[in-house]
DNA sequence: CGGTTGATGTCACTTGGTGTCATGATCGTA
DNA sequence: TACGATCATGACACCAAGTGACATCAACCG
């Protein structure tokens, strides 16, 4: 017999989906959470930095699927063509998890402190694919910006696919929020 | 005589800049602040809604700057040309106060609750931007594109401008880092 | 079998942030 | 002039997030 229940992270990370979901985030408190799993407050802050980071804890692997793909994409594919193809990507793996990307989505929509520990995730994912694309010989500041502008694209295309009432596959929005990118853009 | 010492609230930003800036945001507790402010914390609390905002007193205006220039642009002007002259405002306003805006950029450069909150800041003013481009007539996916495409390429100019060595103008880095984005986007 | 390791608990503490009431100067008005 | 309302601030108690230090105890290992 195991002195401790296994995935400790797991149960804390799903007893606050739950109860964010639930209560909302502002009224729930870490004790309670921790609680819920059957652990106490001091482990949570052992596996997570802090109360909003339990929310978070996939984005280092969505990161990395982006510079993967960026990184894989043809050698005569232009940075945004890279870039492209990586949000293809994403969107395929999003759309597997789609209930469970829109429960979640829905709980950051609801507060401003989880909103900002979004910007933030997406930012670094930006630097993390500018710094791919250097690694493909784009130069700065066009490898930042197209970074910048390809999570933005997919920022939008995101957000319209969580809360639409039509049901369009996200690399259908993306494609279309790009071409929209490139119409705006043109000199 | 007066009973108290008159702007409380500025005297509390002068002495939040202060600290923050020598001993850095974290070491610096909001008692402190408001002692250095001769007033008290629960004072601060009643000026500012936490430790972060009050370095960002400012970003209301600089909605309104940005708001208002979109809104002034020829009818006849693009959404992103509405936009970048409202960029071109903006820099203009920033030149005025180099300086600051630089110490102030560095103090949240070290932090990252302070660069979450930055980030935020920095999407209610896309927001902004985005409202007064429908105002203009402009549709969605569009409008809110371009508003974002425009404050990425704020957001870059602005930190080459800041810790850049050769003194280029904010205007000039704008521009140049529009051109860019334009070139990176040309199907 | 005894020592070590590693996940967890316990406890005390600091700090951010808030609710509530007290204080006392200022201002309008009779 | 006097008096009551208003308003900025202080005082105080409190909760929750987050951290450091140390204890516990099953599992593993030589």
Request: proline share 3%; glycine share 4%.
């Given at each position: 017999?195991?002195?401790?229940?296994?995935?400790?992270?797991?149960?804390?990370?799903?007893?606050?989906?739950?109860l964010y979901g639930e209560?909302?985030?502002?009224?729930?408190?870490?004790?309670?959470?921790?609680?819920?799993?059957?652990?106490?407050?001091?482990?949570?802050?052992?596996?997570?930095?802090?109360?909003?980071?339990?929310?978070?804890?996939?984005?280092?692997?969505?990161e990395e699927l982006f510079?993967?793909?960026?990184?894989?994409?043809?050698?005569?594919?232009?940075?945004?063509?890279?870039?492209?193809?990586?949000?293809?990507?994403?969107?395929?793996?999003?759309?597997?998890?789609?209930?469970?990307?829109?429960?979640?989505?829905?709980?950051?929509?609801?507060?401003?402190e989880l909103q900002e520990?979004?910007?933030?995730?997406?930012?670094?994912?930006?630097?993390?694919?500018?710094?791919?694309?250097?690694?493909?010989?784009?130069?700065?500041?066009?490898?930042?910006?197209?970074?910048?502008?390809?999570?933005?694209?997919?920022?939008?295309?995101?957000?319209?696919?969580?809360?639409?009432?039509?049901?369009?596959?996200?690399?259908?929005?993306?494609?279309?929020?790009?071409?929209?990118?490139?119409?705006?853009?043109?000199?």
């Amino acid at each position: 017999m195991a002195r401790w229940q296994p995935d400790a992270r797991g149960r804390l990370q799903q007893a606050a989906l739950t109860l964010y979901g639930e209560r909302g985030y502002e009224n729930t408190t870490v004790a309670e959470i921790a609680e819920h799993a059957g652990l106490t407050k001091r482990t949570f802050f052992r596996y997570f930095a802090d109360k909003r980071e339990v929310l978070f804890f996939g984005s280092q692997a969505l990161e990395e699927l982006f510079v993967t793909e960026v990184g894989a994409a043809p050698e005569s594919a232009t940075p945004l063509d890279a870039v492209a193809a990586a949000l293809d990507a994403a969107a395929a793996m999003f759309e597997q998890r789609r209930e469970s990307a829109a429960r979640r989505q829905q709980i950051i929509a609801a507060n401003r402190e989880l909103q900002e520990r979004e910007l933030i995730k997406l930012a670094s994912l930006a630097g993390a694919v500018a710094q791919a694309l250097r690694l493909r010989g784009a130069e700065d500041p066009a490898a930042i910006l197209t970074a910048e502008a390809g999570i933005t694209v997919f920022r939008v295309a995101f957000e319209r696919w969580v809360d639409q009432a039509n049901r369009q596959p996200l690399q259908r929005l993306i494609r279309e929020s790009l071409d929209e990118l490139r119409a705006v853009t043109a000199a």
